[in-house]
């Protein structure tokens, strides 16, 4: 896996389920239509009121193709229904496209039910330190935490990053936030993420339920 994208959706009021509905149907279609999609999965906010898809591909091709899909062209035709903004305002801009420079990936994938996605940004002059912490941590969670199933580290531009990994249960995400990687990332997130770990990392962290998930 090298390329990756990341959609956040906000349901228009009274649309949340119908939005869930629609992500877990297109789950099924990027499963029988998308072979260049590796992994992708759909999760929705405890409130329901946004939604999120994820996914990743070995290549800006396979990105590409997934662009030019039948998910995506679903999601335009429905997107003034179901999402605030619409296609062009709701959906589009809040398109990330990133590349994959860690990743722990698992073999678990019908245990997968809950996410968290943490943005981060890089302080000034500090992206290169940041990218190769971040690429260190995939060695440490797969060494010591079998309670994250997939976790991944991803530079979105020049200075912005995320994280976002997947568990069975909340004693998954305490375990985590415990762990190696958590640690190495709070003792050097003052000196390289912007807002150090309160404002800069924990300010930011969205959990989300797991809609659908599907690792080829």
Known sequence: MKKSSFISLEAVAGQENALSDFLKHGAEIVGSTEPETLLWTAVQSPDASQCAIFDTF?????????????VAAALNANAATL???????????????????????????????????????AQEGKSQQLANLLSMGAQMVTDSEPQTLYWFALQLNDTQF?????????????????????AALHDNAEVLVEGGWEQGVVAGIQQFNVLAFIDR
Do not use: Y
């Not at 070995?58 to 039948?70: V, Y």
């Not at 398109?95 to 943490?118: C, E, F, P, R």
């Open 58 to 70: 070995g290549s800006e091709a396979g990105r590409n193709a997934h662009f030019d899909g039948q």
């Open 83 to 121: 999402v605030k903004g619409g296609w062009d305002e709701g959906v589009v801009p809040n398109i990330q496209n990133g590349s994959i420079i860690g990743s722990k990936v698992g073999t678990t994938s019908t245990d997968v039910k809950l996410a968290m996605w943490i943005p981060l940004t």
């Open 162 to 182: 995320a994280i976002i990994d997947f568990f069975a249960d909340q004693s998954g995400i305490d375990a985590h936030f415990a762990g190696k990687v958590a």
